[in-house]
């Protein structure tokens, strides 16, 4: 017998130091870790130990006797991974590195985290699970309600994804961790009283804003951001009064990314299923009148570039009551693949993919996969009405793999257009800011002027922020490692700054929200749901969270 990765891998890796045998990887050592759609198990190497579904946070990982029979394709997916050479070559019973002993501590560290995401918690987690470091950390989000990216951007009925937050509440309940919500840094608070009082300061404050496509008709009424839907069903405060042009027949979402694909499922959903989740009540309202009935992915370069995992993919295909279309002539142009005849899940997706254009459409909604196509112009009189392809060919410059635009082109009817080409970072003020890659600059984690890359004293980014929009929830785990570990050995080398006497953030924040504020908000949604039998009911105002944190103190 053997254990298995399934589709709710978030990469966080807690499962590979457990495993006596290093059957799991890549490990967050290995290069491929951070291009990873997820984490494999060898399964000529595993022992069935159980180590690994003790420690998994979102309960990815199962026996092969027990898994359920849209989970079994990924047992082939699992051992693929080793038929390739480069990753078969592992040591069975590897020497773990102990952890490095902190000699001497000049004193409690004191650090403000700004954000509540995942890399915030896991930034929090690495500094309080260090007694010798005795650290006190003060987390701060503007929001009555932390969570960040679990919260607000994972899809809703992704249950098993969402169970990270588990992992993070027992963050919370830590000794000399404490919580503001309800606070904004530059608002309630300054980054310059917060280096007063705190060694030093990590910002994990994600990457909200989306990217343009620089098209004609771009923001015509209807041409909407896949990031302003996405927090627009998550019940996003900032987005929850929104609505979206359901009306048509046709939507078209630009990008084909994971992001895309949780969008396109969405649209195409049983509003019923639908239901049994945590996603917003004016979302299921606006859906449940919806006359969608099939969603276009759209993707500027072929399937073997393709930026959704397999993974969602396979949650797509195995949505009831839908189609997953593509064109074959599509799926055919790769005369750029990746390289050699080894493990790639490229060519896994592009099978898939291939198996699903054969297969004849048997229910009135669908998705369609369209490859080799990049927009030139939102078409529309006064609102969005179609947009305008152009097919592209692949070409190989440099060793890059290049859409290059062709003659051939497209015009496609349709009422919505949701853009889904990445998330950009927003600046931070009082702090240097990269535009072009849109996020604080940074060496490893530690905040640099752009132009001399000196270390702005005491302040360190993790998450988006940091690196740009990539990677899973877990991705954060071994960012966030990386940035504390640098903010550490600052801190013993005497390069921080000294907080003022016992100046404390609190004075200033009378009126912010603290863990029982947000724990009175979390037990008052899951008791709304459990009289609807869902998972929870999200409050989507300010006000009646603030409402309802304080009727309980």
Request: aromatic content about 6%; charged content about 25%.
């Amino acid at each position: 017998m053997t254990h298995v990765i399934t589709q709710n891998c978030c990469n966080d890796a807690a499962c590979v130091p457990v495993c006596p045998v290093n059957c799991i990887h890549p490990t967050p050592d290995e290069p491929d870790y951070g291009t990873a759609e997820m984490l494999y198990i060898d399964p000529s190497g595993c022992i069935d130990c159980g180590a690994c579904l003790d420690v998994c946070p979102v309960s990815a990982i199962a026996p092969d006797y027990e898994l359920p029979d849209e989970f079994l394709q990924y047992e082939e997916i699992n051992a693929l991974y080793f038929k390739d050479p480069a990753h078969a070559d592992y040591d069975r019973n590897p020497e773990r590195p102990a952890a490095r002993p902190l000699d001497s501590s000049p004193g409690p560290l004191r650090v403000a985290i700004v954000g509540s995401g995942p890399a915030a918690c896991y930034a929090a987690e690495e500094l309080l699970s260090q007694p010798a470091l005795g650290a006190k950390v003060d987390m701060f989000e503007r929001l009555p309600t932390p969570g960040g990216l679990v919260r607000f951007g994972v899809a809703p009925d992704h249950h098993g994804t969402k169970q990270a937050a588990v992992a993070f509440g027992k963050t919370f309940r830590r000794k000399n961790f404490r919580l503001f919500l309800n606070t904004e840094v530059g608002r309630d608070i300054t980054h310059e009283q917060l280096t007063d009082r705190y060694h030093a300061v990590i910002y994990a404050v994600g990457a909200m804003a989306d990217r343009a496509l620089g098209v004609p008709g771009e923001d015509l009424p209807g041409s909407h951001s896949a990031t302003e839907f996405v927090a627009w069903y998550n019940g996003h405060p900032d987005f929850a009064g929104r609505t979206f042009d359901l009306s048509g027949e046709r939507a078209v979402i630009l990008g084909n990314g994971n992001v895309a694909l949780d969008v396109a499922r969405i649209l195409v959903s049983d509003v019923e299923r639908l239901r049994e989740t945590d996603i917003a009540d004016h979302a299921l309202e606006q859906l449940a009148k919806s006359n969608i009935q099939e969603v276009v992915v759209v993707g500027r370069r072929g399937s073997m570039q393709a930026a959704f995992t397999t993974p969602e993919l396979l949650g797509l295909r195995d949505l009831p009551g839908i189609d997953v279309l593509a064109r074959p002539d599509e799926l055919a142009t790769e005369e750029v693949a990746d390289g050699d005849e080894g493990f790639s899940m490229a060519r896994v997706k592009t099978q898939l993919l291939a198996e699903m254009a054969t297969k004849p459409p048997t229910h009135p909604k669908r998705v369609t996969f369209r490859f080799l196509a990049s927009p030139t112009e939102i078409l529309g009189n006064g609102s969005t009405e179609g947009v305008r392809l152009v097919r592209n060919k692949l070409v190989e410059r440099d060793g890059a793999i290049t859409a290059v635009a062709t003659d051939d082109i497209e015009d496609l009817s349709c009422g919505l257009v949701l853009r889904s080409v990445g998330y950009r970072g927003r600046p931070v003020e009082g702090l240097p800011f990269d535009r072009n890659r849109a996020v604080l600059p940074n060496v490893a984690g530690r905040v640099v002027e752009p132009e001399t890359l000196d270390p702005v004293r005491g302040v360190y980014a993790t998450g988006w922020i940091k690196r740009g929009p990539s990677g899973v929830i877990g991705t954060n785990k071994k960012c966030a490692k990386e940035t504390v570990q640098l903010l550490i050995d600052d801190y013993l080398a005497g390069m921080l700054n000294v907080p003022a006497g016992d100046a404390d953030a609190a004075e200033l924040l009378p009126s912010h929200l603290d863990v029982q504020g947000w724990k009175a908000i979390d037990q008052h949604e899951k008791a709304m749901g459990r009289e609807a039998s869902r998972p929870r009911i999200k409050l989507v105002s300010v006000d009646e969270m603030l409402d309802v944190a304080r009727a309980s103190s």
